[in-house]
């Protein structure tokens, strides 16, 4: 079935120092991941994104790894910074029936202790 | 990015009533996707919304308990009916950006939290 699985489900760095959180997914065929990173109270915020033709798309500190032989993807957050606490969603795009969704992996919380 | 709102922002209602919630899009989007988001919990999609036809609705899901409405390319409404305190929830519809393009990316509305009484 369409499953994301996403590790740690929390995190805690000393700032500076840096984050990665981890996401399987179970259908070869997905071809889109995006990272959204969630603060309390708020929307989920876009942040970063991959498709399957790349193996590997940088933002300034942040990045994204995809290896798509083993069906998993990777953020990585460098030098973080206390704003960079928060909930972050991985998610992979599954095509089902002609059609798309989206499934969200289970978020981890991360916290950058200052 | 699609500019997405949504109404009511929350709101606290009685066991056993009904609640509408609004989505309006800035654009035309031909999919919309509403999700559910227990406390902290992740994003749950309940259904697929598109134009001219019938909601797609996930497994756990039912077009009695949550109907949707699609009436046009910038506008859906999710019913949550019938409601018990298991339904407190933040509800949160959702667009591809840049529909007609070439664009994956999906934007969220800022989500209507709802608490059952």
């Known amino acids: 079935g369409e499953n994301v699985e996403q590790h740690p489900s929390t995190l805690s760095v000393q700032e500076g120092d840096s984050a990665v959180i981890k996401c399987t997914y179970s259908?070869?065929?997905?071809?889109?991941f995006p990272w959204y990173k969630q603060e309390l109270g708020k929307r989920p915020q876009l942040i970063i994104d991959?498709?399957?033709?790349?193996g590997e798309k940088k933002d300034q500190r942040i990045a994204v790894t995809l290896n798509k032989t083993a069906k998993h993807f990777s953020l990585h957050i460098t030098e973080t910074q206390p704003e960079d606490s928060a909930v972050y969603f991985c998610?992979?795009?599954?095509?089902?029936?002609?059609?798309?969704?989206?499934?969200f992996g289970t978020g981890t919380r991360l916290k950058v202790l200052a | 990015s699609a500019v997405i709102s949504q109404k009511p922002s929350r709101d606290i209602c009685q066991r056993g009533t009904s609640l509408t919630i609004q989505c309006q899009v800035d654009?035309?989007?031909?999919?919309m996707f509403w999700y559910r988001q227990q406390p902290g919990q992740s994003l749950t999609l309940i259904a697929t919304?598109?134009?001219?036809?019938?909601?797609?609705?996930e497994s756990g899901f039912v077009i009695d308990k949550f109907p949707i409405s699609r009436p046009n390319l910038t506008f859906s409404t999710l019913t949550v009916s019938n409601m018990s305190p298991e339904d407190s929830s933040i509800y949160l519809c959702?667009?591809?950006?840049?529909?007609?393009?070439?664009?994956?990316?999906?934007?969220f509305g800022p989500g209507t939290r709802l608490t059952v009484t």
């Open positions: 259908d070869s065929a997905s071809n889109y």
């Open positions: 998610a992979a795009r599954f095509t089902t029936s002609g059609t798309y969704k989206y499934i």
């Open positions: 919304a598109n134009q001219g036809s019938e909601a797609t609705y």
């Open positions: 991959i498709r399957s033709n790349v």
């Open positions: 654009s035309q989007v031909t999919m």
């Open positions: 959702s667009v591809r950006g840049g529909d007609g393009t070439f664009s994956y990316e999906q934007y």
